[in-house]
């Protein structure tokens, strides 16, 4: 469990998008998907101190080793960007991912975030040759692992959650554990362990309203996968990750 004292949480929030699909979202949402994810967060857990990153814009300033190791929560949003299309504001998230490994802060991700998790451990994400998973993903089963594991918790034997996504993890890194999956995507959930770090994820959105998820089915959110953002990791995350103690 993270242990803070009497001090509020340090968390970072990865925003995956680039300027113009954030306009896009504000224009849409109301907020950036970072600024949605902490605002999730912080209800949450009231009173956390929350920073934003934007790896996708070109001279963004980004944290360093020392600055990544003094968050106690590393969060990723969704994107609207494809990973294994290599451009600038692509590579410059997985070196950022791999720097988060190395720190050893805890982080999290949905959507675009797992499959950042991936990569950047050496995994493999690809189009879905099964397609999209758009409105929900359904009849999620956590693995023999998965039951047990605290992300997980209290999940029955086969569940639906929101979803929009053409990419997923075609080939898991070395270090994963696959924790659910569903007849589209075989890695659902995931923990990845790697140089130091451990991640957890997801494919599927367990933070979106309904109203976000009646979205999904436009045709315009379709064609965006990912778009919305994730905006809350799972408060079991935060209390369960790593293992971590801060002081």
């Known amino acids: 469990m993270i242990q803070t004292g009497h001090r509020p949480l340090r968390l970072l929030f990865v925003e995956g998008n680039t300027r113009e699909h954030r306009e896009e979202h504000v224009a849409g949402y109301g907020a950036t998907p970072a600024e949605a994810y902490a605002a999730e967060i912080a209800a949450i857990a009231p009173g956390i101190v929350s920073d934003i990153c934007l790896p996708a814009d070109e001279g963004a300033n980004l944290p360093d080793a020392a600055g990544l190791e003094s968050y106690d929560g590393i969060f990723l949003t969704g994107s ?26 805890p982080s999290f991700g949905s959507c675009w975030g797992i499959q950042m998790g991936a990569v950047a451990a050496g995994g493999t994400v690809t189009a879905n040759p099964n397609g999209r998973e758009v409105g929900f ?47 589209i995507s075989q890695v659902q959930a995931a923990e990845i362990k790697h140089n130091g770090g451990t991640f957890w994820g997801v494919q599927y959105h367990p933070e979106w309203p309904m109203a976000s998820t009646a979205r999904c089915w436009t045709p315009s959110a379709a064609s965006r996968s990912c778009a919305i953002s994730s905006t809350v990791a799972s408060s079991r995350m935060r209390a369960n990750a790593a293992g971590r103690e801060a002081g």
């Open 80 to 105: 609207a960007l494809h990973i294994y299309k290599i451009e600038p504001a692509v590579t410059r998230q997985i070196e950022l991912m791999r720097a988060i490994y190395a720190s050893g802060t």
């Open 137 to 183: 993903a359904r009849r999620i089963a956590p693995t023999e692992i998965g039951r047990g594991h605290a992300l997980l918790a209290g999940r029955p034997a086969a569940f639906d959650a929101p979803a929009i996504h053409l990419d997923s993890v075609a080939l898991p890194p070395h270090g994963t554990t696959i924790l659910a999956s569903n007849a």
